[in-house]
């Protein structure tokens, strides 16, 4: 397939699409609903911020990008991109759990999930999958572990595990860790304003080593001196770009855009905590309402 054909190529998910329009006009439903008690906290920006973060989804998983990250391996770390460092920021600064709790109809409420919430064990996972070494060490496991040739070409060998199983596990993970960064309402209300600030502290180390185990996994692709996933070996070449050229594209846009996305919070968490009077531009007022 030409790379004419490949930008006119649209091949939707219809089950990953239903998914998303679902969960789309719950949480609509459930935020035009708490609008109206809390309008000061559900501003306009977080409903924007989660129907972005689900249409990046959508961008990740279909149309060119989906066909173009089949034949280059750059526009495989651009999709990548979409599900790990755009959607599941985006979906968290739209503080996802209250509306989308109260978009649900209310027989399934009454009579299916409060009785599940009222035993506090959604809680308990929660805080258990969102401590900061749980969801680094899972993020790290599926980030690393899908960066192994072997892993890499058995999820290309197969659209189900490519689908469901390396995109859902990027997807999920990056939710758990990007989740105490940005630490939505209501679970940003410790009253033990110390407590919260050493927490807030760890997570300066806690970016910088994700930004480290990013740079080895994109170091190894621009400089192995040699095709790690033979499936792109294998394909007709697209505008000209070796495998190898082609592989060291993608560890450089992974290296810089995935730094990018660590570094940045990592220093305005820093001015944050240091600032005298905790004083914010609009950029870190943003954050730390999330």
Known sequence: MTADALFTTWDIPWLVT??????????????????KTRPEIFQNWRLACFLGGLLAIF?????????FADRLLVMHMVQHFFLMMIAPPLIIFGAPVVPMLRGLPRWLMRRGLRPLFSSGIPHRIGAFLTRLRVAWLAWTIAFVG?????????ALSSETIHEYGEHASFFLTCLMFWWPVIAPWPFRQASDTRHRDSRRWMLIPYLMLADIVNTGVSAMLCFSGGVLYP????????????????????GAFMWVMGSMMYLIPGVLITMQLLSPKRRKPAVQRMVAAG
């Open 231 to 250: 499936s792109y070996a294998e394909q007709t070449r697209l505008f000209g770009l070796s495998a190898l050229n082609d592989q060291i594209a993608a």
């Open 146 to 154: 899908w960066h192994i040739p072997k892993m890499y070409e058995l």
């Open 59 to 67: 961008v990740a998983v279909a149309g060119p990008l989906d066909a």
């Open 18 to 35: 239903a998914a998303l329009v679902v969960t789309a006009a719950i949480y609509v439903r459930g935020w035009v609903q708490i609008r």
